[in-house]
């Protein structure tokens, strides 16, 4: 009796046990919605008078990854590596950046300056700039 409950009480903490070294993943296609500067508490919405959204479709085996997509203007695409829980960084990415607007652009910078990230159900955020910013989007 006392080692059943021993034995259950095994599994119990195992079963509940999180794994530290567990990365989600990114994979899913999502549209950039908002950008927030975290040190000044504020925020921008995707303007709209843009002629279509940023859609960026990531591709990962927990580890290893290719974006790819279409910004306001243009075609993109690139690797990225997911390092440590939450932790990523952008291998390359590049496409055309003609006559991209201030939205596109935006994406650009911090796309290449990606440092962390988190996914909640249909929500994606994706930090960047010494994790003072931070882009969200939502799972299309």
Same mark, same amino acid.
Not at 67 to 94: A, D, H, I, P, Q
Not at 98 to 103: A, C, D, I, M, Y
């Given at each position: 009796?006392? !080692? &059943?409950?021993?034995? %259950?009480? *095994?599994? +119990? ?11 989600? +993943? ?12 975290? !040190? ?9 008078? $843009?002629? @279509?959204? $940023? %859609? %960026?479709?990531?591709?990962? =085996? #927990?580890? $290893?990854?290719?974006?790819?997509? /279409?910004?306001? +203007? ?6 990225? /590596?997911?390092?440590?829980? =939450?932790?990523?960084? +952008?291998?390359?990415?590049? #496409? !055309?950046?003609?006559?991209?607007? =201030? ?7 911090? $796309?290449?300056? *990606?440092?962390?990230? /988190? @996914?909640?159900? &249909?929500?994606l955020f994706i930090?960047f700039n010494a994790?003072?910013?931070?882009? /969200?989007?939502?799972?299309?």
């Amino acid at each position: 009796m006392k !080692t &059943n409950f021993i034995l %259950i009480l *095994a599994l +119990t903490l195992f079963a509940c046990n999180k794994d530290d070294t567990t990365k989600p +993943t990114l994979n899913g296609k999502w549209k950039m919605v908002k950008y927030y500067n975290l !040190t000044l508490g504020t925020s921008e919405s995707e303007p709209t008078n $843009i002629s @279509r959204s $940023i %859609i %960026i479709e990531f591709s990962d =085996n #927990g580890s $290893i990854g290719k974006m790819s997509g /279409e910004t306001v +203007t243009n075609s993109v695409g690139g690797e990225y /590596e997911l390092l440590k829980v =939450n932790s990523m960084k +952008t291998l390359s990415f590049g #496409g !055309t950046k003609v006559g991209e607007p =201030n939205w596109g652009s935006k994406f650009w910078d911090a $796309i290449h300056s *990606a440092s962390s990230y /988190e @996914r909640h159900s &249909n929500k994606l955020f994706i930090y960047f700039n010494a994790d003072t910013e931070k882009m /969200e989007f939502k799972k299309q």
